[in-house]
């Protein structure tokens, strides 16, 4: 009788084991899995405009929702998308750009827009109001970042051209295991042309 006791005890106590493994690697893949980007390299899907900030007369800020609040969008870092609109005479138009945000920013995205008065698709986010719909594809692009690819980078960038370079910095500093190094050049006409200065200045003053 002991003996049988015994027995069913150890039993027991394996189980309790087993389940423990198991609800601890379920945990484990449910944490570290990535989950799956909204992006479709071969469709365009539509994201709604949820938020319209101007920051100056022909610069604003697009707040797009993704479908659920837990979506990702699913951009590689170093690479960007394409967004399809149409220009003042009807005619579509598909210019590539870079969300300012990231992956870890989760159930929307957002671009920095400088609306040009010639440009084509300057007229279709000139235009745009909340509650409109932008049709994007992606990921674009052949280069895509891995941490601590290189010891250190190097960028020069002028005006719109900040983004790119913007999404790239922003993932490196905000991943405390990349360890690499920063230069940037960033040119402009004038004081008020700089974009994303509020930003590039908070990511200076909290990883300096």
């Known amino acids: 009788m002991e003996s049988l006791q015994s027995h069913r005890v150890e039993m027991i106590s394996i189980a309790v084991a087993l389940v423990a493994i198991g609800a601890g690697t379920a945990f484990y893949f449910y944490i570290t899995k990535k989950p799956k980007g909204c992006l479709d390299p071969e469709n365009f899907k539509e994201y709604e405009l949820v938020k ?28 960007h998308m394409s967004c399809r609109g149409k220009d003042s005479v009807g005619e579509e138009v598909v210019k590539p750009y870079t969300p300012t945000t990231l992956d870890s920013d989760i159930g929307y995205f957002e671009l920095v827009i400088k609306m040009y008065p010639q440009g084509r698709m300057s007229h279709h986010f000139r235009e745009m109001h909340e509650g409109d719909y932008m049709a994007v594809k992606g990921p674009k692009g052949r280069f895509k970042y891995q941490p601590n690819q290189v010891r250190a980078f190097g960028m020069i960038a002028g005006g719109t051209g900040i983004t790119p370079m913007f999404q790239v910095t922003r993932a490196i500093l905000e991943n405390p295991d990349d360890k690499t190094n920063i230069h940037l050049i960033y040119a402009n006409v004038t004081y008020e042309d700089i974009l994303l200065k509020e930003e590039i200045d908070n990511l200076a003053t909290t990883f300096s």
């Not at 604003?60 to 690479?79: C, E, N, R, W």
């Open 52 to 79: 319209r900030t101007d920051l100056s007369h022909n610069v604003a800020k697009f707040k797009f929702a993704l479908p659920t609040p837990d979506s990702v969008l699913g951009l590689p870092i170093g690479q």
